[in-house]
């Protein structure tokens, strides 16, 4: 059985930083994701990563998000920079995995002005 678990989020004021992580339990880690529901909004990619580390990104979060991983860990992280009240939302993390699509419960992540 997959499990992804997030952890990290919270209160942050404009310009500040959080790092929300992403762990796997139930099997190894290949490509993984992070994916962000704004209220009101459809759920949208934040960033993703390959099994070899190569990092992909949503244009409005390039240059501030960087998701990186540790396969010893079975762990992804999402290091979020310059942080703006419209990056408020629930992120996901996302592992696709044989055809099925493993999420993770979200954490809130909170960006007052």
């Known amino acids: 059985q997959v499990q992804l678990v997030e952890s990290g989020g919270g209160l942050v004021q404009a310009g500040g930083s959080l790092r929300l992580t992403c762990a796997a339990s139930g099997t190894a880690i290949n490509a993984m994701g992070w994916y962000r529901q704004a209220p009101g909004k459809s759920r949208e990619l934040v960033a993703g990563i390959t099994s070899d580390g190569f990092a992909n990104y949503a244009a409005s979060m390039k240059g501030r998000f960087t998701i990186s991983r540790e396969n010893a860990e079975n762990t992804v992280y999402l290091q979020m920079n310059n942080l703006k009240p419209e990056d408020t939302a629930v992120y996901y993390c996302?592992?696709?995995?044989?055809?099925?699509?493993?999420w993770g419960k979200g954490v809130l992540v909170t960006v007052s002005s």
């Open positions: 996302y592992f696709p995995y044989y055809g099925v699509d493993y």
